[in-house]
């Protein structure tokens, strides 16, 4: 298969930005008189949307929905002030970009992270970087894994699934990857391990963004 297009994921794929989301949950669990979590637990937490991140920081016996509410609130208003303390993109990342564009393959970012919070942090931190299209969460409609919004930006870019390589860090990746039939590709660098890739359906696993060059 000749590939077109390379689907990226945000954190942990193009930008390490887990200490920004650990200290900004850790803030606002503080302000409901919760204890902190880890970054080693945070990397576990994160990958399912802001709600699910909530939840899974909060004790079990206080995951009642008017206390997520209040918790999905407060992480919002903590992290756009702190997203870009600690956050970088990752060794290569630019590079790799770069040269992808130079070869004319089309690029297009698709996160869980709420959609204006992507957008900011993608022309934030990568400016330079031509995407054709990025997109996250948008209130109403399907997260990863439901590979819907992969499927649209597909169809805005006009290029037919099969051609797409998707690269993320995380189950939820790789299951949307193959819902939406496009080739995935675990990378090793970011929050989670290479058996949970693998798990999930992970056709390749690269442990350095210039390794993605050699799928082309």
Same mark, same amino acid.
């Given at each position: 298969m000749s590939f077109a297009a390379v689907l990226f994921d945000l954190d942990g794929t193009l930008l390490d930005t887990i200490e920004d989301l650990?200290?900004?949950?850790?803030?606002?669990? &503080?302000r409901l008189? /919760?204890? !902190? =979590?880890?970054?080693?637990?945070c990397k576990y937490f994160v990958g399912e949307g802001i709600r699910k991140f909530a939840e899974r920081a909060l004790p079990a016996e206080s995951r009642d929905d008017e206390t997520v509410d209040r918790l999905v609130g407060l992480m919002r208003e903590e992290y756009s002030r702190r997203w870009s303390a600690k956050t970088r993109p990752y060794e290569g990342i630019p590079e790799l970009l770069g040269t992808l564009a130079r070869r004319r393959l089309a690029m297009a970012v698709l996160s869980n992270k709420p959609d204006d919070m992507t957008c900011r942090m993608v022309h934030g931190m990568l400016p330079a970087a !031509? /995407?054709?299209e990025v997109r996250g969460a948008i209130d109403g409609a399907a997260i990863k894994p439901d590979p819907r919004a992969a499927l649209k930006i597909a169809r805005t870019l006009q290029i037919h699934p099969e051609r797409f390589l998707?690269?993320?860090d995380t189950s939820t990746d790789m =299951?949307?990857?193959a819902a939406a039939g496009m080739a995935s590709v675990g990378v090793?660098?970011?929050f989670r391990q290479a058996d949970e890739l693998t798990e999930h359906g992970?056709?390749?696993?690269?442990?350095? !963004? &210039?390794?993605?060059?050699?799928?082309l």
């Open positions: 650990t200290d900004s949950m850790n803030a606002a669990l &503080r008189g /919760f204890a !902190p =979590r880890t970054v080693e637990e !031509p /995407f054709a998707y690269v993320g =299951r949307t990857a090793l660098w970011g992970a056709e390749t696993l690269i442990s350095h !963004p &210039r390794a993605l060059l050699d799928l």
